[in-house]
């Protein structure tokens, strides 16, 4: 059968998120990173998602990266493609959201896209074009603090008309609520005022499931894996997916538990509190202002991890700091500096200590899992058990390592407080 859905994902932890969804509505996904260099064996899938690490690049390296993945999954002859980026939409002034967008729908030769961050299952709706995490608006959600992408207003009008130079509309929940015909008619009135990108209101898995049936047939959609969560139902109803199918189960884990976190989100911050406590003297802090000076830093983390593994005790390596830390280091080194160490450091250290047997890794952050999944070498991941909503475990295989690699991949604000112990626990 034909490979129904192609999607590009601008962040590892948001493909991982998209992949379950699709997974959890019986179809068989495939996660890639990075556009593979040779054919890899497609049969009996559904979808394939490409991760790249596009969310916080300069815009024009996006634009590549997202346009050479999108001729692979044109040859791939996929149905229908999906941008995956965040449910709290993650950018700049400068996109990358709204460029991508843009040269998605020119290669394509298609003239609009609804745009569909909500994910109520975590708390993101929109509501008259305005997105909010739980009951607070984008900016006062602790979005506004990100390290990279700070997110100061929540009228996701403007802040894609900043990213664009075409027309950019809405689709209210008003519209949204009378269902697919309503949305239809919406979206071709807009189309013919050359509104090019349309941000729907959603605040249920209802809005959702009008929505995914009024774009099914689309070219190109955009939005978070909320949309990805109704998309199947819609394709089966269309004869495109067969009924449905039995998500691909993972073999058993197995090799040392580490948990390394980069992100420094609100959830992020309370989950490794809460860790911790559970588990006092089981965590390592990394400071960039540390890691800029030598290696000294790096090399105890390296040793602390080391040891505790041995004694097979709980481990965490995690640079998550306060919004007051986070500025103060990057004042000193600059943001992407900042940011780079960090990184750099952490995919160091998951690459060395998978080498020293660990089997089973826990990674907080999207940036943070890109840096890892790169450093590991990981050119395909297979989705299996979901641990919290938007977070499954996955496995890898590595070159040179007779059992694979469980990975999970954190989304920064996904996962409830305990994330960090009842991952493993999901796994036994
Ligand atoms: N103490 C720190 N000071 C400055 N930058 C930091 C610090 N700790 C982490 N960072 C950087 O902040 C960024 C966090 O982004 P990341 O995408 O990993 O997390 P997130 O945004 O919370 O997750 P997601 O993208 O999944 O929502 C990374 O580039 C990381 O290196
Ligand atoms: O949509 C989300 O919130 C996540 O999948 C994500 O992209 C975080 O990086």
Redesign the pocket.
Known sequence: MTIVLGAIAD?F??ATDLANNLVRGGMRCVQVIGVPSAPIQLDDVDAVIVALKS??CPSEEAVSASLKALTWLQQLGVRQLFFKY?S?F?STDQGNIGPVADALLDQLGARQTVMVPAFPVNGRTVYQGHLFVGDRLLNDSGMQH????PMTDADLVRVLSRQTPHGVGLVAHATIAQGTEAIQQRLEALARQDVRHVICDSVSDGDLERLAEAVSSQPLVTGGSGLGQALPERYRRQGWLAPIAEPGRLQSASGRALVLS????R??LAQVDAFLERHPGAGFA???LSLAKDDVQWESAFGFALKRLADDEPVLI????NPE??H???AE?G?AQ??????RA?SQLAASLVNEGVGRLVV????????VVSALGIQALRIGEQIDPGVPWTQATLAGRSRPLSLA??????GGIDFFTRAFEVLQ
């Open positions: 962040d932890t948001g969310r916080s965040c709290t993650d990100h390290p990279l992408t980069g992100s420094c989100s959830a992020t990394l400071d960039p995690y640079a998550s700091a830390k986070v103060q280091a990057q080194l943001v900042a940011g780079e160490l960090v990184e952490l907080a952050g999207g940036e943070t899992s890109g840096a991949l954190k989304s920064g604000n996904f």
